[in-house]
T-cell receptor, first 115, second 116 residues
Framework: AQTVTQSQPEMSVQEAETVTLSCTYD???????LFWYKQPPSRQMILVIR??????QNATENRFSVNFQKAAKSFSLKISDSQLGDTAMYFC????????????FGKGTKLTVNP | NAGVTQTPKFQVLKTGQSMTLQCAQD?????MYWYRQDPGMGLRLIYY???????DKGEVPNGYNVSRLNKREFSLRLESAAPSQTSVYFC???????????????FGDGTRLSIL
């Protein structure tokens, strides 16, 4: 069974600085997707970024980028130029490609951006 | 675009009461899901439906039932609510891209359910 571990329950960063959130996962599969979801205080679940395991290039979405290390089963999220609106819970998630579409979530990291 | 719509947004029940949470999506997705979110636990899958007419248990199915009424709608029922079912419930849906890969799940805004 796949598991996703986020080892940092809480983190904080100053506005305009860079922060990296960690995620590791365990799977015997070779084809899968990884996601980072953001959950602000409004409670909505918002997709931040997606990475296909077969792609070597790290995904990037504006200020958000990932460091995907397939051999190490690591998928960290880097947020550059942090903004107050980035304050949220961040969840790492895994799904096997092509089979069941069940997402497996980590327990989340609470990120606070301080002014 | 409505996306995934959940009703109600808030509900308070007494122990032993029954309730159905409704979910509808307008993205023509085949797969739909129900999760519960508890503090420090992330999101845990209760039930999912890979297509109309099929449902399967997730990680925490006890105390719940589901119905995939049609492709758009997937309801979650608590037959006899218990305080341990106090949680935030999320419905989600997803499809596949042209290559057959799993698209990201789209989530509703959640239902905060309190059982007294």
């Amino acid at each position: 069974a796949q598991t996703v571990t986020q080892s940092q329950p809480e983190m904080s960063v100053q506005e305009a600085e860079t922060v990296t959130l960690s995620c590791t996962y365990d799977t015997s599969e070779s084809n899968y997707y990884l996601f980072w979801y953001k959950q602000p205080p409004s409670r909505q679940m918002i997709l931040v970024i997606r990475q296909e395991a077969y792609k070597q290039q790290n995904a990037t979405e504006n200020r958000f980028s990932v460091n995907f290390q397939k051999a190490a089963k690591s998928f960290s999220l880097k947020i550059s130029d942090s903004q107050l609106g980035d304050t949220a819970m961040y969840f790492c998630a895994f799904v096997y490609q092509g089979g069941s579409e069940k997402l497996v979530f980590g327990k989340g990291t609470k990120l606070t951006v301080n002014p | 675009n409505a996306g995934v719509t959940q009703t109600p947004k808030f509900q308070v029940l007494k122990t032993g009461q029954s309730m159905t949470l409704q979910c509808a999506q307008d993205m023509n997705h085949n797969s739909m899901y129900w999760y519960r979110q508890d503090p420090g636990m992330g999101l845990r899958l209760i039930y999912y439906s890979a297509s109309e007419g099929t449902t399967d248990k997730g990680e925490v199915p006890n105390g719940y039932n589901v119905s995939r009424l049609n492709k758009r709608e997937f309801s979650l029922r608590l037959e006899s609510a218990a305080p341990s079912q106090t949680s935030v419930y999320f419905c989600a849906s997803s499809g596949r891209d042209r290559g057959g890969g799993n698209q990201p799940q789209h989530f509703g805004d959640g239902t905060r359910l309190s059982i007294l």
